[in-house]
């Protein structure tokens, strides 16, 4: 059983920080590729950051610079630093997993097979 539970999110000022943690169990995370995506009421989900199981990582233009994937293979942990958060950037963020060490579209939500519940961020003007 795969499981993905997500946590970290909160409400901060725009402009503020906040690390988005993804704990993963279930199957062998090394081996995986993982991303975060978002979604905001009324919006589509967007893909937001990815990475493969050789470590290649990938972002969305919009939060290149501001935001840097991560994982921690010893803790089975996937995490978002995020930083000089925008208003427009509350959502719903979700962690989401594919057990294969490559996809095509890495910020693309079809190619995940599992993911969490998601977390809720909310950046104030």
């Known amino acids: 059983q795969v499981r993905l539970v997500e946590s970290g999110g909160g409400s901060v000022q725009a402009g503020g920080s906040l690390r988005l943690s993804c704990a993963a169990s279930g199957y062998t995370y090394r081996w995986n590729c993982m991303a975060w995506f978002r979604q905001a009421p009324g919006k589509e989900r967007e893909g937001v950051a990815a990475v493969d199981s050789a470590g290649n990582i990938k972002y969305a233009d919009s939060v290149k610079g501001r935001f840097t994937i991560s994982k921690d293979n010893s803790k089975n942990t996937l995490y978002l630093q995020m930083n000089n958060l925008e208003p427009e950037e509350t959502a719903m963020y979700y962690c989401?997993?594919?057990?294969?060490?490559?996809?095509?579209?890495?910020?693309?939500?079809?190619?995940?097979?599992?993911w969490g519940p998601g977390t809720q961020v909310t950046v104030s003007s």
């Open positions: 989401a997993s594919e057990p294969r060490s490559y996809v095509g579209s890495p910020l693309r939500g079809f190619e995940y097979r599992y």
